[in-house]
C-alpha cells in the first residue's frame, strides 16, 4: 500500500511538473511571437504610441527570462529520455529572447541617432546670422600667422632634406674612396707577398751556390792531393 501511494504520488508530481512546464513553454513561446508583432508596431509608431510598446516589449523579455530560468530548472528534472528534446525548447526559447533583445537595442540606437540628427537641424535652422554692423574689417592675422607657420615648417623640411642629400653624397665619395684604398691596399699587399717569394728564392740560391763553391774546392784539393802523391 505505501509503494503503492509513493508510486502514484511520483507520477501526480512528475505529470504536474510536466504540465507546469508545457503550459510554461506555452506562455513564453506566445510571449515570443506578441514581441515580434510589437516590433513591427514599433517600426511604424511614433510619439507615446512608440514608449508604450517599446516598455510592454521591455516587460515581455523580463518575463520571458524569469520563465527561461524556470524551464531550465524544470527541464533538469525531466526524465533521461525526455530530458534532451526539453532542452532543445528552452534553448531555442533562449535564442529567441537575445534575438529579440538585439532587435530592440538596434531599434533604440536608432531611435538616439535620429533623435540626435533632429536636433542638430534644429540647432541649424534657429541659428541667427546678422550681417556686419559697419565692422568691415577682415581678421585675417591668425590666418597670416599659421600660413607664415606653415611656410617656415615647409622650409625647415626643405633644409632637412637638403642636409640629408648633401650627407649622402659625402657618404657616396667617401665609399668611393675607400673602394680605391681598398683595392690599392690589395695591390701593394699583393707586390709584398711576390717580392718575398723572390728574396727567398735568392736567398736559397745563394746558400746552393756556396755549398757548390765549397765542394768543388774541396775536390779540388784531393784531386790535386793524389796527382802530387802518385805522380811524383
Known amino acids: ?6 508510486v502514484k504520488f511520483g507520477c501526480t508530481v512528475c505529470s ?5 512546464m508545457e503550459t510554461l513553454y506555452k506562455q513564453t513561446n506566445k510571449l515570443t511571437l506578441e514581441i515580434q508583432g510589437l516590433l513591427n508596431r514599433l517600426a511604424t509608431s511614433r510619439g507615446g504610441d512608440a514608449n508604450d510598446i517599446e516598455n510592454q516589449i521591455e516587460s515581455n523579455l523580463q518575463t520571458i527570462g524569469t520563465n527561461c530560468e524556470r524551464l531550465n530548472i524544470l527541464v533538469n528534472k525531466e526524465p533521461a529520455h525526455r530530458r534532451q528534446n526539453s532542452k ?3 534553448d531555442q526559447l533562449i535564442y529567441d529572447q537575445r534575438h529579440l533583445e538585439a532587435a530592440l537595442r538596434n531599434y533604440r540606437q536608432k531611435q538616439m541617432l535620429q533623435k540626435k540628427e533632429e536636433q542638430e537641424r534644429e540647432e541649424l535652422l534657429q541659428r541667427k ?17 599659421h600660413n607664415s607657420s606653415l611656410h617656415n615648417a615647409s622650409q625647415g623640411v626643405d633644409d ?8 649622402l653624397t659625402n657618404l657616396r665619395e667617401q665609399r668611393i674612396t675607400l673602394k680605391g684604398v681598398h683595392k690599392r691596399i690589395l695591390d701593394i699587399a699583393s707586390t709584398l707577398g711576390l717580392s718575398n717569394t723572390l ?6 740560391r745563394g746558400t746552393q751556390d756556396k755549398w757548390i ?9 784531393i784531386i790535386m792531393f793524389l796527382v ?3 805522380l811524383t
Open 129 to 145: 546670422f546678422t550681417a556686419n554692423n559697419g565692422d568691415t574689417s577682415i581678421m585675417i592675422d591668425h590666418a597670416l600667422q
Open 16 to 20: 504536474a511538473k510536466m504540465a507546469e
Open 213 to 221: 763553391v765549397f765542394g768543388g774546392i774541396i775536390v779540388t784539393c
Open 199 to 204: 728574396i727567398r728564392l735568392i736567398d736559397k
Open 88 to 90: 532543445m525548447k528552452v
Open 228 to 230: 802530387v802523391k802518385y
Open 160 to 167: 632637412l632634406l637638403g642636409s640629408g642629400s648633401s650627407i
Open 1 to 6: 500500500m505505501v509503494f503503492n501511494f509513493e
